[in-house]
C-alpha cells in the first residue's frame, strides 16, 4: 500500500529552483499531523542521506549541512501534504528524493539511521551544469 506519493521533480538547469510535493495516502493521512516528517535523497551510486526534517506541527526542523540556506522544508496538515523547497540547485543536487514520517513528533535528524517508518516511491530531481 503506498503511503506517500512525491511528485515536482523533473529536469532543470543550474541555478534554477524546484519544489517537491510529498502527499499522504491511505491509512497514513490519518495519522499525518501526529508525526514529524522528512526528506531524503539518493545519488547515483551513493547512499541515501538524509536532507532535513520539520516536526508536527511546522514549527521545529532538522537540517543536514547540504540543505542550509538553499533548501526549505514545510507542510500543510489539512492537505496532509510536505514540501520541499530547493532554491540555486547545482548538479550535485541532483538525486531522487524521498518523503519519509517520522518516528517521533518533533523534528530529528536521519543522519545516522534514526528509525523512519513510512517511505514514498521517490521523485526524480536531475540538475543540469
Known amino acids: 500500500q503506498v503511503q506517500f506519493v512525491e511528485s515536482g521533480g523533473g529536469l532543470v538547469q543550474a541555478g534554477d529552483s524546484l519544489t517537491l510535493s510529498c502527499a499522504a495516502a491511505g491509512s497514513s493521512v490519518r495519522t499525518f499531523s501526529l508525526y514529524a516528517m522528512a526528506w531524503f535523497r539518493q545519488a547515483p551510486g551513493k547512499e541515501r542521506e538524509f536532507v532535513l526534517s520539520?516536526?508536527?506541527?511546522?514549527?521545529?526542523?532538522y537540517y543536514a549541512e547540504p540543505a542550509k540556506g538553499r533548501f526549505t522544508i514545510s507542510r500543510d496538515n489539512v492537505k496532509n501534504t510536505v514540501y520541499l523547497q530547493m532554491n540555486n540547485l547545482q548538479p550535485e543536487d541532483t538525486a531522487i528524493y524521498y518523503c519519509?514520517?517520522?518516528?517521533?513528533?518533533?523534528?530529528?535528524?536521519?543522519?545516522?539511521?534514526?528509525?523512519?517508518?513510512?517511505w514514498g516511491q521517490g521523485t526524480q530531481a536531475t540538475v543540469s551544469a
Open positions: 519519509a514520517k517520522g518516528a517521533m513528533a518533533t523534528a530529528y535528524s536521519g543522519a545516522s539511521n534514526e528509525r523512519f517508518t513510512e
Open positions: 520539520i516536526g508536527f506541527a511546522g514549527g521545529h526542523f
